[in-house]
């Protein structure tokens, strides 16, 4: 993933993103989000979410979540919400939402781009949960997963 030094966020659909991801090194994935610009990398990540939403699988939920990405000292929070069969990501937090998950900038890229499953994330501490724990373990099946 290092080789790839010029990468724009804006302009890396979530399947190229997932072949990056996938067989890099921690320190890879890390040092091209850091090169490409985290924020910029959030923002593209999150808005590939609302593109890849899957409203036939939240049906049910009318929900707010929030994730905090750690990364070198600073915290990234987004809150994706998930209203009427629409879903809406933006920076920011919620109030109370539903569920808020907190992870490191790497742990977070594989478990969006399929690299990495979020019991296994959350088992081995990578993944914090608070709020609905149950909830938590279906948030990812309600979007496209991107296919490295």
Do not use: W
């Not at 890396?12 to 996938?22: D, G, I, S």
């Not at 923002?43 to 750690?70: H, Q, Y």
């Not at 900038?105 to 019991?119: D, H, M, S």
């Amino acid at each position: 993933m290092a080789a790839q030094n010029d990468v724009n966020p804006q302009q890396v659909t979530p399947e190229e993103f997932a072949r990056l991801v996938k067989g890099s090194s921690d320190e890879d994935i890390a040092a091209t989000v850091h090169q490409a610009g985290t924020a910029d990398v959030l923002d593209r990540i999150f808005e590939g979410m609302e593109e890849r939403f899957r409203p036939e699988k939240a049906s049910d939920v009318d929900s707010d979540i929030v994730f905090e990405i750690n990364d070198e000292g600073d915290t990234h929070s987004y809150l994706v919400a998930i209203h009427d069969g629409a879903c809406k990501a933006e920076r920011g937090a919620a109030e109370d939402p539903k569920v808020k998950l907190t992870a490191d900038l790497v742990p977070f890229v594989k478990l969006v781009t399929g690299e990495a499953q979020g019991p296994a994330l959350f088992m081995s501490g990578k993944l914090k949960v608070s709020g609905d724990l149950m909830f938590s373990t279906r948030i990812m099946t309600f979007f496209d997963q991107p296919k490295a």
